[in-house]
């Protein structure tokens, strides 16, 4: 099958009374798993719906395979929608579960079960196969809730924040155990929504970041990550550091923390980077700074800790080397290669202001 | 519970059981008439009695076909009624369900008369057919507004994930929705069944007198002055109701009140 396994065009998509999305378009490749990452009420969950067949597109179409579903019932279209929180029939045990969408297609029950059972095995719940689904722990009830899925062969899976509902130590291995199963079926697109920018950039072969009114991004997790379309989708991505500053169209940006080299037109441009990008350590005699930079404070999390600098009249926030007490004086080392240049937000926009507020 | 909850509660016991207890030694109690000099039985035998001469057996039979044709009808009018207010938009909903609720608290001999007016119009008056017409107006409202507690906790998502399963809309209902409210659903038609069992009003007003049912029946025997038959065929009345409250009482045990 050649072209897009699943293409939204000119899509509107209503939340309740209004027009929540206008002409959004996105296409899916053949065996391509993408993320719609976004914050919460700006309509991921109704794309997916819409997608489905749960809820009318007011504008637009939907195409799966090539072939336009978007006048058919969600029985029709060949996409199984998952649900936040798996919702299994609770009048049915797990292997009649598994066993419904093949029974509904007309498989016979015995062959049904069967399949249903090797289903089962796949995620290795068969020796729960005659336990009532209520009985199922959260991690047991999204494995059913997969395998059911798979059973019903869709050319599209949408996963509508799959992992949300989880402990947060069941999350990991229900997440890995389930890109293992994506990976070894013949689905042909996959869409995972989630506002959670690790899981995105964890199971998406491509993100699609949904900020208000349509998508902002399309990108790989790497790309995305180095170079966020704009301040706004830095800002969300939570990306910590964006410096204002002038490029003078001669191939350099001048900033707070100095000047590096990049290219493009005269303008006020943004410099933003990740923590990892910013060195911080202990000043010396010898370091010569063009701003006095202290620590204003220093976070400790699982994955390393950060120190917030404050220079020049923002917050600058990078990974420590060495000890670098609240109050003392630093050097900074701003890794060139990792920092990306937005434009500014415009002055209509109503987005949050370029730097981070002092604490 | 502190001793003026107890006197309370107590109080209450006996405002609601006296009645009933009346009613029962009047019903199994002796039946003594003038000018006889023992007694001539108890009312039970006196009911079975006429029981056999067929009147009864006449009144409970229709009371017993109509109670089930209307619980089963008003239950699936109010199905499709409460399944639709319950994803209907909150203004909506507000006003369908003052809809439901306007037959269940007007006086049921306002009501009577109202839809005396439609079944003449239809021709319908004073026929079975007529009457339980009348019993579904009551009945669905109750049903209505007992499904649409029911509808107010259901996983709509189950339906929807039925749907992208591969299931068509029929079997959606037969093979999701119908399984998951079966108890909720049997409920219902007992609550339907009840409101048609117990009425008078609405029976006596379109029924003219002709449809016989057994609270038609009771008032016959309370106007003639024969109040042991009166208590006994007001006993066997309320046994199908305190049943019926025993097996909602169950079945909400075994669920927890939840669909």
Redesign the interface.
């Known amino acids: 099958m050649t072209g897009p396994a699943l293409e939204l065009r000119d899509a509107t998509v209503r939340f309740g009374s209004r027009d929540g999305l206008r002409d959004l378009s996105l296409a899916v490749d053949q065996e391509e798993r993408i993320a719609l990452l976004g914050p919460s009420g700006v309509g991921k969950t109704s794309v997916l719906r819409a997608i489905a067949g749960l809820e009318v597109l007011t504008a637009g179409t939907v195409r799966i395979q090539g072939r336009d579903v978007t006048g058919l019932p969600a029985e029709q279209r060949g996409v199984v929608y998952l649900h936040q929180v798996p919702s299994l029939f609770p009048h049915l045990s797990v292997v009649e579960n598994v066993a419904f969408p093949l029974e509904i297609r007309g498989t016979a029950r015995t062959s049904a079960r069967r399949q249903a059972l090797a289903m089962l095995e796949r995620v290795r719940m068969a020796e729960l196969a005659t336990r009532r689904v209520t009985s199922l722990s959260g991690g047991q009830r999204h494995r059913v809730a997969l395998a059911r899925a798979l059973a019903a062969d869709p050319a599209v899976l949408l996963l509508d924040e799959p992992f949300a509902a989880l402990d947060p130590e069941l999350r990991a291995d229900v997440r890995e155990s389930t890109l293992g199963l994506l990976s070894s079926s013949r689905i042909a697109a996959t869409v995972v929504v989630t506002h959670d920018v690790d899981e995105a950039t964890a199971v998406a072969d491509r993100v699609l970041v949904l900020l208000a009114g349509g998508i902002a991004q399309s990108a790989g997790p790497r790309e995305l990550l180095a170079r966020p379309a704009t301040l706004a989708v830095a800002q969300f991505l939570g990306i910590p550091n964006a410096l204002p500053g002038q490029r003078d169209g001669r191939g350099r940006f001048a900033s707070p923390l100095g000047t590096i080299p990049a290219a493009g037109p005269a303008g006020q441009m943004v410099a933003v980077f990740r923590s990892d990008a910013l060195r911080i350590r202990p000043a010396t005699a010898s370091d010569q700074q063009t701003a006095d930079a202290r620590v204003i404070g220093v976070r400790h999390r699982i994955s390393g800790t950060v120190a917030r600098v404050s220079v020049a009249g923002l917050t600058v926030e990078g990974i420590p080397d060495g000890a670098c007490p609240v109050g003392g004086s630093v050097a900074l080392e701003l890794r060139v290669a990792d920092v990306h240049l937005v434009e500014p937000p415009q002055r209509a926009e109503s987005g949050p202001p370029v730097g981070r507020p002092r604490v | 519970m502190d001793r003026t909850s107890r006197v309370v509660f107590a109080v209450l016991l006996i405002v609601v059981a006296a009645p009933a207890l009346a009613l029962v030694i009047r019903a199994l109690g002796p039946v003594w008439f003038f000018p006889n000099i023992v007694p001539s039985g108890n009312a039970v035998q006196r009911f079975t009695e006429d029981f056999g001469g067929g009147r009864l057996w006449r009144a409970a039979g229709t009371s017993v076909a109509l109670a089930t044709l209307t619980g089963a009808g008003g239950t699936v009018l109010a199905l499709i009624a409460a399944r639709s207010l319950a994803r209907a938009r909150r203004g909506l909903r507000h006003v369908a369900e003052a809809g439901a609720l306007l037959p269940v608290v007007m006086p049921p001999i306002a009501l009577g008369v109202g839809v005396h007016v439609l079944a003449l119009q239809l021709h319908v008056s004073g026929s079975l057919v007529g009457v339980l017409g009348a019993h579904l107006i009551p009945a669905a409202g109750y049903v209505t507004l007992y499904l649409l507690g029911v509808f107010s906790a259901y996983?709509w998502?189950?339906e929807?994930?039925?749907?992208?399963?591969?299931?068509?809309?029929v079997?959606v209902w037969t093979?999701?929705t119908l399984?998951?409210l079966?108890a909720r659903l049997a409920e219902a038609v007992l609550l339907g069944a009840l409101v048609s069992w117990g009425q008078l009003a609405l029976t006596l007003v379109v029924g003219g007198g002709a449809v016989r049912t057994l609270p038609v029946e009771l008032l016959a025997f309370l106007r003639s002055g024969d109040d042991h038959l009166a208590a006994v065929a007001a006993l066997l009345l309320s046994i199908p109701p305190a049943a019926g409250v025993a097996v909602l009482a169950r079945g909400m045990r075994s669920t927890g009140g939840v669909v």
């Open positions: 996983e998502a189950l929807d994930e039925a749907r992208t399963l591969g299931a068509g809309r079997q093979r999701v399984p998951l079966r």
